[in-house]
């Protein structure tokens, strides 16, 4: 599987567009990108995801540059309930899904 | 409402002690995963199963087993527990291809 790196924490406030980059330079051929998002004492919810270019949904966007050895989550304009821990994994489909540490993301009014 | 139920939601049980926890995939998903996530740790995956067959284990404990019965709900056994098995406990569906779905988690609770 490939291993991701992503940001530790990350700070923001109210309205603004919120980036979160990782990295995956071993991603193979098969592999997806997939982002998730996880509030405190829940169970991970599905975001995005993306094999190449750009993908967009009524929640995010995901841009994943040719060389796909990284990737950004994009969540535009953020709100105080966009406060959580976000994942981003990579691997094939139907395969096992490995969370890493995630990004904590902290949206300030 | 992601659709996977989990039961029971709360458990205390003493250390030593053997406990079931209980998973209901989303209607005509075949794959669960199984993990846990202690307090303020990540979720460390420790089991899939893919239409009633292992597909692969992670960082699973001699003590844990689970198996996925022919309706596809599946169970997650943890025995001779210890304090440090206290955590939230999720399962997680998905169907070919799509993104898998959690449950709410069962918080267990080890005194």
């Known amino acids: 599987l490939a291993k991701t790196t992503q940001p530790i924490s990350m700070d923001s406030y109210e309205g603004q567009e919120v980036n979160i980059t990782c990295s995956h330079n071993?991603?193979?051929?098969?592999?997806?990108i997939t982002w998730y998002q996880q509030f405190p004492s829940q169970g991970p919810r599905f975001i995005i995801q993306g094999y190449k270019t750009k993908v967009t949904n009524e929640v995010a966007s995901l841009f994943i540059p040719a060389d796909r050895k990284s990737s950004t989550l994009s969540l535009p304009r953020v709100s105080l309930s966009d406060t959580a821990v976000y994942y981003c994994?990579?691997?094939?489909?139907?395969?096992?899904?490995?969370f890493g540490k995630g990004t904590r993301l902290h949206i300030l009014p | 409402d992601s659709g996977v139920t989990q039961t029971p939601k709360h458990l205390i049980t003493a250390t030593g002690q053997r406990v079931t926890l209980r998973c209901s995939p989303r209607s005509g998903d075949l794959s669960v995963y199984w993990y846990q996530q202690s307090l303020d740790q990540g979720l460390q995956f420790l089991i899939q199963y893919y239409n009633g067959e292992e597909r692969a284990k992670g960082n699973i404990l001699e003590r844990f087993s689970a198996q996925q019965f022919p309706d596809l709900h599946s169970e997650l056994n943890l025995s001779s527990l210890e304090l440090g098995d206290s955590a939230l406990y999720f399962c997680?569906?998905?169907?070919?291809?799509?993104?898998?779905?959690f449950g709410q988690g069962t918080r267990l609770t080890v005194v």
């Open positions: 997680a569906s998905a169907g070919h291809g799509t993104e898998a779905f």
């Open positions: 994994l990579v691997g094939e489909r139907d395969d096992k899904i490995i």
């Open positions: 071993n991603i193979a051929t098969n592999d997806y």
